[in-house]
């Protein structure tokens, strides 16, 4: 597969091609979306050669492949990935400036594919970057949602939410591909024919595949990712439309897209909780039968599946993918019961991404049964072969009234892991307990990673450019390399460029924040930035507590000696979680007080960044100086954020929770700010009834704080506002914000002192960098390979 060399008017000519035959416009007349897109094409165009010879190598190879099931893909874009993965910068480049263009511009009018709500599904992003990178042959399987995440604005500080719309305008990216399409069905009856049990589903809906090459580093290979979209089995009625009943006519096809058309809905709701089911059925059973159907291809034995197939399931989404190849194998083929549920135990692994009570998805087994009431029956069947190698057992994937989906995937997994160490021992300790006692080998650790080629490499071209200057430009696959940064610390030459990159990435994010939303922040100040979903866990409200109480003693004394901070949020909150709604709006009211006060503001900012994004964290990341990692500790799976901060160059403020506990024990105590209590520490204080109330009594400097909440002073037009919130805190505090304050507060000082020396801040930030190459995607994907799925990497 050697890469061919095209000159740059090769390219040009491409390019021109493109505009001219895919968009039918003349350069004259082109829209920056019309360059857009001819360029996407022409990019395009050359990663297909690599998808081609991927594909036709992994049929030759007929190796293991692996299967990466997910609810969710938060890719953000993919033009500038493309052109980086396939070493064309320069090259387009030229082409657009021979045109006038300018390829920034450009790269900035792509909109984000935000086909995920957080973490979870950024992991799943990144991991398909990895699988490419490292020639794993692999397939990534989801939704094709016609709207991704909704867009978040603000209205006098609330959170507005409108749909997204990525798909209004041509995807250049993917490929449709009406020839896989497969029906699936809901609903009907179960019944017995000849020894036989089959499902006779009521409702049917066609799944449409549409593919996307995933690239990898230096285009050596690309693997798919394959998203399903609803379609009407039978779209239009024409009986009905002859009747004159034009929206009856149409009906079909509209309920089958509405499968696809939003990411998860709600589940407050039992329709909402239909449709989310419906659509987890609908992508993991379009999945398995497009598997099925691709080993068939090459293989007359179904017992070799386990040996050419791994599935892995992203959370307990696609957990019904477990007893839907189970009915196929069972009731379709005709296996017996024991020799399908051994095939399948052989092909499913699971990985579990929060602890969360709320976040374990139940189902309320009438709404199961009525819709997948086969699949109910095997889920018992599961049970009972379980219970009987297991007589002991405690847990059953169907009990209480529910189908307990984390039970149920567990059962049926061959290997079940968790996302850092820590969060894979919470998971023996906790929900897994008792399965885990039973099943001492199933739970593994897979510590998450990101990519290195967007999240440092990619959106940090400064700080990329100074290491390959250094050790060269082997890090950007191998990443541990970085290590070889360390002598160069110490070089007062090299530190200085270090810095210089920072600064110009501050300046940068200034700039931006200027334009988009008229907001002038101080560069000189530290940049301290805490983006996430809004959650009370994460505890975004323990952050603008400890900015409260500072503004308050800086306006005690504004003549003192501060340290200037920019404190920066960004984040959604979950349209019906009002309380996380209700802090923003705090955050929001703080800035507008905070930033007009004229004894303060030259020694700190507060800026809530709307409509977070894949885009933005690009931006935010390599301008950040100081990183917040405040959850509960216990209560974050992992974190991924932290990793990209860190890899950036930003100093952690950090409790000992997910994996900020392996982010400090490898870039070292000395450069990372821990406060806060340990996980069992917090279940320990948890059971002090009135612990919240000791911590205010404590610390008056949070009392003060907690008052400014009460009086009105960030509401004076509507002083009750935020009095829940304080109430809240004082009289619940479920997750321990008033009892970490202290010890926070404490932390922030410490960074405040630290940053008054720019050589020594300079010094820990590299430290940083050098010693997070361990946090890259790559070697997840790694582990996963060697310690799950058992699959070899392709290349040569
Ligand atoms: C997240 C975890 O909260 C985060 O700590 C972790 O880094 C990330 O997964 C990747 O492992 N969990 C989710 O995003 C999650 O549970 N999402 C719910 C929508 C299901």
Redesign the pocket.
């Known amino acids: 597969m050697a890469r061919k060399v095209r000159t740059s008017s090769e390219f040009r000519d491409a390019l021109l091609k493109h505009l001219t035959y895919t968009m039918g416009k003349d350069p004259e007349h082109a829209q920056f979306f019309d360059w857009r897109m001819a360029l996407s094409h022409a990019i395009r165009d050359r990663m297909v050669d690599h998808w081609v010879d991927s594909t036709r190598k992994t049929y030759e190879q007929d190796g293991k492949r692996v299967y990466y099931l997910s609810?969710?893909f938060l890719i953000g874009r993919l033009l500038e990935d493309g052109i980086v993965n396939l070493e064309m910068v320069e090259e387009v480049e030229d082409a657009l400036d021979h045109f006038g263009m300018d390829m920034r511009t450009i790269l900035n009018d792509e909109p984000d594919a935000a086909l995920?709500?957080?973490?979870?599904?950024?992991?799943a992003a990144c991991f398909l970057d990895s699988l490419s990178t490292i020639g794993c042959p692999a397939m990534g399987y989801g939704i094709r949602y016609e709207n991704g995440l909704f867009k978040q604005s603000f209205v006098d500080g609330r959170q507005v939410e409108s749909p997204e719309t990525w798909l209004q305008e041509p995807h250049p990216w993917e490929f449709e591909r009406p020839e896989v399409r497969f029906t699936l069905g809901f609903g009907g009856d179960v019944i017995y024919e000849n020894g036989k049990t089959l499902w006779r589903p009521a409702e049917l809906i066609q799944a449409e595949a549409f593919d996307t090459p995933i690239i990898g580093w230096k285009g050596k290979w690309a693997n798919t990712l394959r998203l399903w979209a609803g379609r009407a089995v039978d779209p239009f009625d024409l009986g009905l439309f002859n009747a004159g009943d034009f929206a009856a006519a149409a009906e079909h096809e509209a309920l089958a897209r509405t499968i696809s058309r939003v990411l998860?809905p709600e589940d407050s709701n039992e329709a909402g909780k239909e449709l989310r089911l419906k659509q987890e059925f609908f992508f993991s059973a379009a999945s398995i039968r497009d598997i099925l159907r691709r080993f068939d291809s090459q293989h007359d034995d179904i017992r070799l599946l386990p040996k050419k197939v791994a599935i892995q399931l992203n959370?307990t989404?696609p957990a019904i993918a477990g007893p839907e190849l189970l009915r196929i194998l069972h009731d379709e083929r005709g296996l017996s019961f024991e020799d399908a549920l051994e095939i399948v135990h052989g092909c499913m692994n699971y990985?579990n991404?929060?602890l969360?009570p709320e976040?374990l998805?139940r189902w309320d087994e009438r709404l199961f049964g009525r819709l997948l009431p086969r699949h109910l029956q095997i889920i018992d069947r599961i049970d009972d072969a379980h219970f009987k190698a297991h007589p002991q057992r405690t847990l059953s994937a169907r009990s209480d009234g529910q189908v307990k989906m984390g039970e149920l995937s567990f059962i049926v997994a061959n290997r079940v892991n968790g996302?850092?160490a820590l969060?894979t021992d919470l998971m023996k300790q906790t929900v897994f307990k008792e399965l885990h006692a039973l099943h001492p080998d199933r739970i593994v650790n897979e510590t998450?990673g990101v990519t290195p080629r967007r999240w440092l490499h990619n959106c940090n071209p400064g700080l990329s450019r100074l290491i390959t200057d250094t050790i060269g430009d082997g890090w950007v696959d191998d990443l541990e390399q970085l290590e070889k940064l360390e002598p160069s610390i110490r070089d007062k030459v090299w530190i200085e460029r270090f810095e210089g990159v920072k600064a110009a990435n501050k300046q940068a994010l200034v700039s931006y924040v200027a334009q988009t939303h008229g907001v002038k922040l101080n560069p000189a100040a530290m940049f301290d930035i805490q983006i996430k979903?809004m959650?009370e866990y994460k505890r975004q409200h323990l952050n603008i507590l400890e900015a409260i109480a500072h503004w308050q003693e800086i306006k005690d004394n504004p003549n003192g000696d501060w340290t200037p901070r920019v404190k920066i949020f960004a984040g959604k909150a979950a349209q019906g979680y009002h309380f996380a709604k209700d802090i923003i709006r705090l955050i929001n009211d703080v800035a507008k007080l905070v930033n007009a006060d004229h004894a303060t503001r030259d020694y700190l900012q507060v800026i809530f960044l709307p409509n977070y994004n894949v885009t933005l964290a690009e931006r935010l990341i390599p301008a950040a100086d100081l990183s917040e990692q405040i959850?509960t500790a216990g209560?974050?799976?992992?974190?991924?954020?932290?990793m990209k901060f860190a890899l950036n160059g930003a100093l952690t403020v950090g409790t000992l929770d997910?994996?900020n506990v392996e982010i400090r024990e490898r870039v070292g105590d000395d450069n990372f700010f821990l406060f806060g209590m340990l996980a069992d520490e917090v279940m320990q204080r948890r059971m002090m009834h009135d612990h919240a109330q000791q911590a205010i009594a404590a610390d008056p400097r949070l009392a003060r704080a907690l008052n400014a909440l009460r009086d009105g002073t960030f509401s004076p037009e509507d002083p009750g506002r935020y009095t829940h919130i304080a109430d809240n805190l004082t009289w619940s505090d479920y997750f321990l914000v008033c009892s970490d304050f202290t010890d926070y507060w404490r932390a922030q000082r410490e960074v405040d002192a630290a940053y008054r020396n720019p050589d020594k801040w300079a010094e820990m930030a590299a430290l940083n960098v050098a010693r997070s190459g361990w946090f890259s995607s790559d070697r997840t994907i790694r582990g996963y390979m060697c310690d799950i799925w058992g699959a070899e990497s392709l290349l040569a």
């Not at 209560?635 to 932290?642: D, F, Q």
């Open positions: 609810m969710e995920g709500n957080g973490g979870l599904g950024r992991l998860y959370d989404h990985t991404h929060t969360l976040a998805e996302v850092s969060h998450n979903r959650h959850s209560k974050e799976a992992s974190g991924t954020g932290n997910g994996a």
